[in-house]
């Protein structure tokens, strides 16, 4: 058993040096949170408390949350080049790594700026100007702002995308193309501008995918046949239609911010517009389904006061929906930074979904902790 150790030791110590050559740099990162939270309102049987990593008020889920861990890979290429490649991976406290895949491309830094190609947030995505992102008070699970929505909203990721950004002074541009791989001419796109004045960023963003497959996927309607249901299919030579009832056509959104700070004050201010199409395929007219069309605003202000190693954090929020009630959204928290690694919070999150059916409100009131490395 010792010289097994050793072996491993001697092994360790030769395969160091591979990893901190002159030119090359990789790093290894990560990031894990969980929560002890109470919740109480009409989304819930049996009110009382729960432990997860994230969710938001009326989710005691372990979604978009901000624990990953991945590998950040620098290499040198001279002339003022670095190619760049990130691994990073979903994890929660409970399925551990089998949450999905986060960042996954390559790309390379130059004066010109930088191009990647993978998968990546959307440039359209700013869910980090939320204070409370990515714990039980954050706004884009509560109607405060736009949710994940499987990689167009704030949050979450999208694949086969080729981006570039660069820096021009005071104005930061980040401009991306989403492939269709099933038809190129349906390929999205996303971009965002930024201007630094100061104590105040500015920022707009818009995004567009038209009969996108990842838009159809997220927005459209569809029964996932077994894969042994299609081999048997096969086998037996037969052909089973697809099972698409509707695809999306049209997803659009849109965004103007302004992030404020000074001393100890920070204020962010956001509006978005949002429009989802979807139409019925043959099978979805042959059932008698039509167009539909989900649009609306959201609206998001959030401040912050810092004193110490504490940050004061109020967050208020509200989501129009044509033909769909009504959001309301509020949140009121504490975090205290034990150092840059380490951070614990606490406070309350409300919200109400004023639904045509039925109001449906939520309060969630509890703590947790995140450790990053």
Not at 108 to 130: C, E, H, I, Q
Not at 139 to 160: E, H, I, Q, V
Not at 220 to 249: K, M, R, Y
Request: proline residues 3%; aromatic residues 10%; glycine residues 14%.
């Amino acid at each position: 058993m010792k010289k097994q150790i050793l072996a491993v030791a001697v092994a360790g110590a030769f395969a160091v040096p591979a990893f901190a050559a002159a030119d090359t740099s990789v790093t290894l990162f990560g990031q894990l949170q969980t929560q002890i939270v109470h919740h109480s309102g009409d989304s819930f049987e049996n009110n009382g408390f729960r432990m997860h990593d994230a969710g938001g008020a009326g989710n005691a889920g372990d979604g978009a949350n901000p624990n990953r861990i991945g590998v950040m890979v620098n290499h040198d290429l001279g002339n003022g080049l670095t190619a760049l490649a990130k691994i990073e991976q979903n994890v929660t406290t409970t399925d551990g790594f089998n949450s999905g895949a986060r960042d996954q491309y390559v790309g390379l830094d130059g004066n010109f700026g930088r191009v990647m190609a993978g998968r990546m947030t959307s440039p359209y995505a700013t869910a980090g100007k939320d204070p409370l992102n990515a714990t039980f008070m954050q706004a884009r699970t509560a109607g405060g702002r736009l949710g994940p929505m499987g990689g167009f909203g704030n949050g979450s990721y999208l694949d086969r995308v080729l981006a570039y950004s660069n820096d021009f002074g005071p104005v930061s541009f980040t401009g991306a193309a989403i492939l269709d791989n099933s038809d190129h001419s349906d390929t999205g796109y996303a971009m965002r501008l930024g201007f630094d004045a100061g104590p105040v960023e500015v920022y707009g963003a818009y995004q567009r995918a038209d009969d996108h497959e990842q838009a159809n996927a997220q927005f459209g309607n569809s029964i996932q046949v077994p894969g042994f249901v299609n081999d048997l299919a096969d086998l037996a030579g037969v052909d089973i239609p697809s099972l698409e009832f509707s695809t999306a056509s049209k997803v659009q959104t849109a965004k103007i911010g302004a992030d404020w700070s000074t001393g100890p004050f920070r204020l962010v201010a956001e509006v978005e517009d949002y429009r989802i199409e979807t139409d019925p395929t043959a099978m979805g007219e042959s059932l008698g389904m039509e167009s539909t069309e989900s649009k609306g605003n959201t609206y998001f202000l959030s401040g912050t006061y810092t004193m110490g190693r504490n940050d004061f954090v109020l967050n208020l929020g509200h989501t129009n929906r044509d033909n769909a009630g009504n959001v309301d959204y509020a949140a009121l928290g504490i975090k205290h930074n034990f150092s840059n690694r380490v951070m614990a919070y606490a406070g309350v999150s409300y919200s109400k979904d004023k639904a045509p059916a039925d109001d449906v409100s939520n309060t969630a009131v509890g703590g947790g902790m995140r450790v990053s490395f």
